[in-house]
């Protein structure tokens, strides 16, 4: 008797626990957002986050691809969150698939060129007869229909590091680094003082917690820690840690 007792409590503590995990996913593979040793601001978000949810839910981090994402996401019973992602992203711009943080950063994508040939971006047209170097599965607003438009030409890689190696040797003429990271890159050799970054950015967003429909009490919680986080010291701090301003 004492046996089955024992293995009750022991099946109801572990649905206690499961019930209290949450994956919150992350495709980011790039600094700042994962870095080469297992840390970096995504890691950073989750403690932060669990630190003001106080463990309810308890919030673990799942680092994927892209392409493991969406189909987790197009799985029905989806009951996880993503993080640092964009409504219009994903197809949900009216946020009718998902529930939505508020933002929990404002980003941009710099556009980065040549010291010698200098770019400054005033639109897909400051591109023209030019080569683009942009980051598998991405979008970048106005420059994909240029490349449609066959006004300039893109190349894609895997990562933000090879873009810019590319354009260090002359084999691109610019790429993008979203404003979040590009602080992170530019400050360490060897790339410090090798491009120019265009004063006008390509781009403008936010940065967003993406909820599945089951969460909306938790939807709530985020959106009071979203709303303090740019004026929170302790964020703002770790947000320095990666030469990000806010």
Not at 17 to 35: C, E, G, I, K, M
Not at 64 to 81: I, K, S, T
Request: aromatic share 10%; net charge neutral; charged share 20%.
């Amino acid at each position: 008797m004492n046996v089955w007792c024992a293995l009750l409590i022991y099946c109801l503590l572990s649905s206690c626990v499961s019930a209290q995990t949450l994956r919150l996913y992350d495709y980011h593979q790039h600094p700042p957002f994962n870095t080469d040793d297992n840390t970096g601001l995504s890691h950073d978000l989750v403690a932060y986050l669990n630190e003001k949810l106080q463990g309810e839910p308890r919030l673990e981090l799942w680092l994927v691809n892209r392409a493991r994402l969406a189909q987790e996401m197009a799985d029905p019973v989806f009951n996880g969150m993503v993080a640092w992602v964009n409504p219009a992203w994903v197809g949900d711009p009216a946020g009718e698939r998902f529930l939505w943080s508020r933002p929990i950063m404002h980003d941009t994508n710099e556009l980065l060129s040549g010291l010698a040939t200098p770019i400054t971006y005033h639109g897909p047209e400051s591109l023209k007869g030019k080569s683009f170097g942009g980051i598998e599965g991405y979008r970048y607003q106005g420059i994909d229909e240029a490349v449609a438009q066959g006004t300039l030409v893109r190349h894609d890689a895997k990562k933000v590091k090879t873009n810019l190696n590319l354009l260090m040797r002359g084999r691109i003429d610019a790429t993008s680094v979203n404003g979040s990271a590009l602080g992170f890159f530019i400050s360490s050799a060897p790339y410090q003082g090798a491009f120019f970054v265009s004063p006008l950015p390509q781009s403008r967003f936010t940065r967003h917690l993406l909820l599945a429909k089951s969460h909306a009490t938790l939807q709530a919680r985020l959106n009071i820690i979203a709303d303090r986080m740019e004026s929170d010291p302790v964020w703002q701090a770790i947000l320095a840690k990666y030469h990000i301003t806010p």
